[in-house]
């Protein structure tokens, strides 16, 4: 079982609220990832981290932003939710630069805005 | 641009019989290939992966068949049960470059029925 948490598990939210998605791994990966998973199951990648304050964009553009102030938290925000959010996130991480490329993901937020 | 293409989309398999998942990509950089299974509720868990040395990788009743000239690859369920039911997806990844992000198919949903 992956140590990799995320709160919460579902949300329910009106447009135009700000939102904060938490994500944290207690493995001490560098590297962790937030994915959009479309209720038809793809996975796209919105944003990743190497480190410590370092964020990049990912393969989707995402209104979201991310920040990495400690090694075990990545949390996701969206600062107005819009119907266009809802949507299920996808947190994960791995070692970065290491021989396991395995990603651990936890178990997702669900969020619908209504 | 889909990076990993995925088929079928959905597959129901009676209890027993093979499962088979196809994927196919373009980019020749890629040199790891995992397999992720997802359980509703749950984040995607790596199943089994390969490297483009080998052709064919095997873990219990799950099989990987790698074709490097096809740039083709394949999960295989033998004696497919019940509990196999879920959404498998395949992946590609440069491990060379460390960076480790992960390209995922479009998800196969898998049915076993008893």
């Known amino acids: 079982e992956a140590d990799i948490y995320q709160t919460p598990r579902y949300l329910v939210i009106g447009t135009g609220k700000k939102i904060t998605l938490e994500c944290s791994q207690t493995m001490g990966h560098d590297k962790m990832y937030w994915y959009q998973q479309d209720p038809g199951m793809e996975l796209h990648l919105i944003h990743y981290?190497?480190?410590?304050?370092?964020?990049e964009k990912g393969d989707l553009s995402s209104e979201s932003t991310v920040s990495r102030i400690r090694t075990e938290h990545f949390p996701l925000t969206l600062e107005s939710a819009r119907p266009s959010h809802t949507s299920q996130y996808l947190c994960a991480s791995s070692e970065y630069g290491g021989m396991s490329y395995e990603q651990y993901f936890g178990p997702g937020t669900r969020l619908t805005v209504t | 641009q889909q990076q990993v293409k995925q088929s079928p989309q959905s597959l129901i398999v009676q209890k027993g019989g093979i499962s088979i998942i196809n994927c196919a990509y373009e980019?020749?950089?890629?040199?790891?290939f995992p397999w992720y299974q997802q359980f509703p509720g749950k984040g995607p868990a790596l199943l089994i992966a390969?490297?483009?040395?080998?052709s064919e990788k095997k873990e219990g009743r799950f099989t990987i068949s790698f074709n490097k000239s096809a740039k083709q690859f394949s999960l295989h369920i033998m004696d497919s049960q019940p509990g196999d039911s879920a959404t498998y997806f395949c992946a590609a990844s440069i491990r060379e470059t460390g960076a480790n992000n992960l390209f995922f198919g479009t998800g196969t949903r898998l049915t076993v029925i008893p």
């Open positions: 981290s190497y480190g410590v304050n370092s964020t």
């Open positions: 390969i490297r483009p040395d080998v």
């Open positions: 980019n020749t950089a890629f040199d790891y």
